[in-house]
Structure formats: structure tokens, C-alpha cells
């Protein structure tokens, strides 16, 4: 019996429709990311899994796809290890490459291995897939695109004001208005798990309060308890929780709640020199928001941390972020090392402008004139007019076969092709064409010359 086809779970095919609204997106991306100065590069679909691991934190290691090794891959196994029933030991035999995860670490392997070729600050931009292995739902896929700009060998907070600006941009040439660019920094996390008393236990109070928009307050502070965090430094977070007011409100609260943190204090700093010089160049169609809950999760920001919410009323996760990350270079060797990057989630864009009905009508045009086949004869005459128009920039097509009249106009409209081209005998003795509108169904004799002018 043959076997039903079928595709892996959060995968999709896409077709021609689809297709031309997500190069549109690519393309929008790609032409402000080029307006800003960075420059493409790519790197492989895979990398060795020594380079992702331990980059992403406990919660983003077990996204990441494993790829078994050619071959016998169980030879490598001894007995001990493989009766140890250890995952991790097992895996490291078995398994020496992964799917990327993202762009930001095979990007910081990228600049470490090319640094002798490479003039700093080095602003890059990357469009690629990647790949998590994350349970599917609504904008939440296995397999997606990643659209990313990042700079590094600069330390200056004008950098983060050049990404926000750069995703204003974007949105707005996409006619995605209302975004709103939600801001923290890495600092002020760090500041305030020294005051509770959580030091030590960062990476878990940063996680559990990240996903404070997802499961509740209550779910928060049970995962945090969960984690070892006393219930006096839970107590001492409750303003976290209720912070309100515009950004300038909420950075003096958390001057008061940060009172005793150094690097508390100077993760404020930084936010208010990002907003007062925002303030002074004013964005076009975005608002920036400070979020001092927003963490993303991730080990390696350092600094501001970036997250791009849908315009109000549309129900979607993130659909941009970012950050800065001082150290990512570091454990590939090269010290001292500062970027900044952010991301664009194509897929959750591609749903958000869908459901806003925001794509332009003429990008899913695809061939503008059909010419009906005849004959070999008229085929020929025909297919000579479709060559010059073709050469003219006319996205112009000849049925391949000599079929009934309703089938090839049939064939056209499924294709919402507007224009079809009859050549009879009579035609091709008078070196004219019969050019009908497939909307209103007005048809004229016209000689190429005048083909070729109303067609483009």
C-alpha cells in the first residue's frame, strides 16, 4: 500500500501565494537593514553541537535538535556509558552536530573565527532558517525564518537607539503601525535579584519572571518558590508586579526599589539615555514601553534587552527581539568583544499582516498575459510575441497544449491571470493580436507595439 504523505509536526509547505507575501516581508527587512549599513553574510543550516550547547540555558538547550552522526554512531557507546542511561553523556557519543537554534551564536562564532577579516564595529544582517524543537501552536513553529541585524566591537548605547529606530522602520514600511517596543535591561534583573537575596539564582528569577505574560503573577511566584527563592525576596518583588505609569514614572520607582544596586542603578542609566534620546529623534508609527519584567529567557544579554509586541487587539506572541550581550565572543576566546542585535519573527509578521489584511494586492500577481494555444502554428507566431514581451519585463506565458478553448480560459481564471492573448489564423496573417480583459471581458485587435505598451 502506498504510503500516505505527510510533513513533520510544526513544519509547513508554502505556495505561490505565500511564497510572494513572505519575500515581500524578507525583502522590506532586507532594504531598511541595508538603509542602516549592515552587511549579509550566512552561515550553515548546522553547527558543531559544542557550539550551541550551554549558550541558551538549561530550558533552550533541550530545544535544540540533535543530529546522530553517519554511520555506526552506537560504536562510539561503551557499555558503562550506555548503561549508565545517562542523556547527556549518551548524546555527546552519538551526536556531534545540531541544528542551529538561532543567528546570534553561530553569528558570534562567525566573528571569532573571521575576525582577521573583519573592519569593526561590524554591523551584519542575516535571513535564514532555524530550528527549535518546541511543541507547535498558533505562530510558534519547529522549522522558521530568523531576520537579524547586529553589530559588535562598539559599546555605545547609540547602537540600542539605532535598533529601535531600525524596527520603527521596518514596521512602518510595512504599514504595521501601533507596534509597541517593549524595553528592560539585563542590569536591572541582575539588581534586582541582588536585593531579594537571589544572586545566585539569576538565570531561574530571570526565566520564571519572563513568562509572567504567559501563566500569571501566582504561576510565577510558584516556579520561582519552586526554585529556591525565599519567600521574603518573593515579597520584595510585589511592586515588579503592579509597576505602572509612563517610562519616566516607572524608572523612578525602580530607582527606589534599586536604591542599594550598583549595577542596578546602572542598568537605569542606560534605559533613561535610550529614552531621552528617543524622546529627542521621536519614532514614526512605534512606541517604546519599559517592561522591567521582560528577561527572554536567554544567558547571554548583558545590557538592554528588546521585545516587539503586535499593535493592540491582535492576539500574537513576540514578533521581534534582542539585546545586548558584552560577552557572547568570550567563550569562542575573543575578549572584550560588545554586540548588540536584534531579531524580526517572520512567520508571527506573515500572520499578524494577514489577519490585518495589511500585504499590497499586486504581490501575489504572478503571469499577466496568457496567450491560448491554437495550433502549432499560431503556437509558434505566439510564442515569438511571449519571447519579446518576456524580454520587456512582461511576466507572459503560452499554454503548452493545443486544448479546448473553456479549458484554457478556465485555466486562467484559477490563475486570476487579468489578460489573455487570442492568435487565430486570421491573426497570424495580419500580424495582430486579440488582447482580452479578463475582468470586464473588452477585447481589441492591437499590433505588438501597442500589445507591449498596455501590458506594461
Known sequence: MAQKPSIPKGTRDFNAEEVAKRSYIMETIKEQFQVYGFQPIETPSFENSETLMGKYGDEGDR???????????????SDQIYNSKSEIAITSKISEKALRYDLTVPFARYVVQHQNEIEFPFKRYQIQPVWRADRPQKGRFREFYQCDA????SKSLFQEVEFIQLY??????????????????????????????????LIDFTVALDKLDKIGEEKVKEEMRSKGISEDGISKLQPLFTLKGDFGNQVESLKSILSTSEIGLKGIQELEFINNTISNLELKTAKLQLDVTLARGLNYYTGAIFEV?????????????????DDLTGIFGLKDMSGVGISFGLDRIYLVLEELNLFPATITESTKVLFINFGETEAMFSLQAVTKLRGAGVKAELYPDNA????????????????????????????????????SGEQNKLPFNELLALLK
Do not use: C, H, W
Open 150 to 153: 547586529d553589530v559588535v566591537g
Open 168 to 201: 520603527d522602520a521596518v514596521f512602518t514600511a510595512l504599514k504595521l503601525e501601533g507596534v509597541t517596543i517593549k524595553i528592560n535591561n539585563r542590569k536591572i534583573l541582575s539588581g534586582i535579584a541582588e536585593v531579594i537575596g537571589a544572586k545566585d539564582k
Open 404 to 439: 479546448k478553448m473553456k479549458k484554457q480560459m478556465n485555466y486562467a481564471n484559477r490563475r486570476n491571470i487579468p489578460y489573455v492573448v487570442l492568435v487565430g489564423e486570421e491573426e497570424v496573417k495580419s500580424e495582430l493580436f486579440t488582447l482580452k480583459n479578463m475582468d
Open 63 to 77: 530545544l535544540i535538535f540533535k543530529i546522530l552522526n553517519s554511520g555506526e554512531y552506537l560504536r562510539k557507546v
Open 309 to 325: 509586541s503586535a499593535p493592540e487587539g491582535v492576539k500574537m506572541g513576540s514578533i521581534g527581539g534582542g539585546g545586548r550581550y
